[in-house]
Structures are given as C-alpha cells and as structure tokens.
C-alpha cells in the first residue's frame, strides 16, 4: 500500500460521504493509521436516544464495528464484517461518542479487530463498550 | 405476570413511541409473546444503506439486538443488554427486515436468547444474521 | 463430496484415534451427516470435574468447539475455528455430555455454525450450553 | 476484601488442587492481584495435541476461560462464567501456554473480563487467543 496517511483518511471520508447510514451519523475520522481508526459523533438526542435517556446501544454498536471494519480496511482494503461481539460496560451518555479499533492479527484472509467505545459527557469521558470482531478481506466470506 | 398478550404488546409498542432510535427506525412490533418477540421495518435507503447499497450493519445490528431485549423483556420486564454476538450471514438487501428473539434460557437474573434477522427482498426472505446475546434484568448488571 | 455417510464417519473416527485430547476425553461420534455433527463423551470425574462437582467449562468448550469444527468439515474439509462465542446455560451436571454442531451458512471461504451442549443426569437431559462459531477452511484464515 | 496478595494466591492454588480438571491441566498461578490473573501450564503433547500437532483449542479455551474467572474472581470471590468468545489468532505450537486475564469492569453483579492467551516455542512468546468474558458472581446469574 503506497497511499499516504493523508490519502487513506481522505479516501475513508469520501466513502462516508456516500454511506448514508454513517453520514446520518454524522461520523468523522479521528484517526486513521495502518491497524487502527478512530471515530466519533456528536450525539443527536433526538435521533440516538433509547427510552431510558441513554445512547441507544444500536449506535454503540454502529461505533464498534465502525471502528474494527475501518481498521481492518487500513491494512486489508475492502472487508465485510463477519461477526463481532460487544459488551456494553455502561450507559452511553453524554454529548459525544468515540471509538477506537487495532487490529490484534491481520491473515491471509481474516483480520481480528479490538475496538473501544467512549462516551464524553460534560467533558469526561467514560469506557461504555468494548468489542472483538473477525473481518473478512471482501470476496474471502 | 397477569398481563394479556394485547397488553404486554401496546405496552412495547408505547415505548418505542418514545425511543428515538427505534421510531427513527420506523420499528413495529410483529409479535410479541412470552419469551418471543419479532420485530420489522421498512428498509429507507437513504437513511439505512452502506456504501455498497446493502442495509448497515448497524441496523442489523439494531434488529438483533432489539429482538434479543424485547423476547427477555417479555419474561423479565425491564433489562439491559449485556452483550451479544452478531454473525452476518449474507448482505441485507431488500425492502424490509425482520428479526425473531427467543428466550433460551431465563434464570433469576441473566436471559440468554438468539435472535435471527431477515431480509425481504420483492418478496423473497432471506436469513441474514444470527445473534447470540446476554440481557440482565435491569439493577442486575 | 462423494463420500457416503459411512465413509465421512469413519474417517473422522480416525482423525479423533489420532488427536490425543479428544482421545483422552474419551469423544465418540454420534451422527455425522452434510452440515451436522454430534459427539458424546462419558463423564469421568476424576478428570474433568471443577470444583463444585460440576463438569469444567473447558469440557463443555471442548463439546461446543467440536460439534462447530466437525460440522463444518462435513461441509468443507478440513478446518480452522476462527472464533466462538459459548453462553452457558446451566452447570453441566451427569454421566454423559453430548453436542450436536449444525451448519446455518457455508459460504466460499467461513461457516456459520451453532452448537448446543446437553448433559444427561441420571437419564435426564438438560440443555448446559449454546455456541456460536465461525468456521474457516484450512488455509482461508 | 482484607486478604494479602500472598493469600489469595494460595487460596487460589487450594482451589487448583482440589478441581481435577484444572490439576490434570497442571495449571500453576503466575500472578494474582485484585482485577487480574495469570497461570501457565506445560505443554503435555500425550494429553493436550489436536491432529495437526499443536494445542487443541480446549486447551486454549481452558487457559482464557480461568484467566477470566480467576481475574474476576479476585475482585468478586465465588463466581460463575456466563459466556465468553475466543478468537484464535495463531497455531497454539510449543512447550508452555500462560494467559493472562483483566477486569474491563467490575459491576455490581456482572463483571466483563479480556484475556490473552500466550504460547511459548523455544523461548518465543507468541499472542494465539483473545477473549472476551462476562463473569457473574455467583449466585447471580
């Protein structure tokens, strides 16, 4: 892979640009090297909330597997999730959302992804989730 | 519990009334029955596709994960997800998801159920995912 | 796949005479067919025991993993487990375990495949265990 | 909880010596502090090969599911495992396996527990499993 830094960030936000799901979002790129990405959103309350007042766990979700599939896609190019597993450690609340993902093993064929999710709340940020996922290269489900 | 089935069924629907999320998503509820409940909506692409033109995983996501919540509910009123695992089993593509939750084991303070979510697509159904999930009654996490 | 069932079951009689632990669990094959697999061992106390007298979660992995791993090769040969997800359901508790694995998608490169776990106490059976497990071919991870 | 380290260290190696599986394992305590746990094994090719020469993934399975319970045990005494995933990363090949387990989060009845499972091949460390556990005190689930 010979794109830059710059070129591979520049190149995820254009595909958000035409996700509608991750643009509703309204998902940026906080970082993005080889093995890892990070995201974040701003927290719509009247889009994102469950009954209880928290971050529905729908878009925790949303920023786990973000995470794990963008950074698998930085060393794999095109993947498909194959599954994942997520343990919500707290309500989400608060007035942001970030999420990091590492790649733990990059195969032939198969990544494994870490991924973490924070919630900021007046400022102080809190671990809400965490998740393990396995991404598959596109074309190798 | 002495609720009716006609009752325990308004009551769900009453909450997702007020859960931004899910009445963003345009949820009902399909059934909803002692340690059942399925739910569906309608796929609104510009909202809910990724960038291949299938539904985000995030909303399959949201279906199994509701589907899991609502089926332990439906024994253990209020719950939290703990976590759950989510296999993807081919792309959601079609006009209308759906997601079945059953209760496979309930104990005094932890529910384990599956969750399996459909796509519909011009009237052909397809398995696309399978969820396994962990949900505490709620103040036993 | 010109195997007859016959053929597939002894050759994996074979291949669980030349792998020392599942020997040493004492592993017998109950049903092998395309997509489905099912094993039993006999309890033996004095090996596979935790401390509360029941049988170790290991066992029971060892039951899940199984069932997942030889349904899938009923499938397509020889395989990897990738990744498993096992919730427990109730302490394993009796003479004799046995696992039944069923393929629920076999794609090109990874199988989806659930697990239940049974024990049999006195005759009776109860369900101990649930798995969920993706499945590669060799040499796909 | 007013125990020393030093005690709970033994009282965890009392626990070993009296849970046949585990002793049959030859699991020996590396490390114990409040929120995390360490154990090794040796490497019994007899008892511990899968067909293709390397650690069946039971063993595997042994390793991270007691690093968790251990871990979280030392925060919650008796406990339970409710479910955990495992990603196998690499071949388990060599002389010796150690995990290593840490609490994520302590809640009032759940705790969520990481562990890594390490194998040792001529002096060289290598990272074959990740998990991700959650852990209910017992009586609780």
């Known amino acids: 892979m010979t794109a830059t830094p710059a070129d591979m960030r520049q190149q995820l936000q254009q595909i958000i640009a035409i996700t509608p799901f991750a643009r509703s979002m309204g998902a940026r790129v906080r970082e993005f090297a080889e093995g890892l990405a990070e995201l974040e959103i701003d927290v719509k309350p009247e889009l994102m909330h469950q009954h209880h007042g928290f971050v529905h766990g729908a878009i925790v979700g949303f920023m786990a597997d973000s995470a794990c599939a963008w950074a698998a896609a930085s060393l794999a190019g095109d993947v ?52 393990l996922a396995t991404i598959a290269k596109a074309g190798a489900a």
Do not use: C, I, M, S
């Not at 498909?80 to 093993?105: F, I, M």
């Not at 991924?115 to 809190?126: I, M, N, T």
């Open 80 to 131: 498909v999730t194959a599954e994942y597993k997520l343990n919500l450690l707290a309500p989400a609340k608060g007035e942001r959302l970030w999420a990091r993902g590492k790649v733990l093993k990059a195969g032939g064929r198969l990544l494994v992804v870490q991924a973490d999710v924070f919630a900021v709340d007046q400022g102080r940020e809190k671990h809400v989730a965490v998740a």
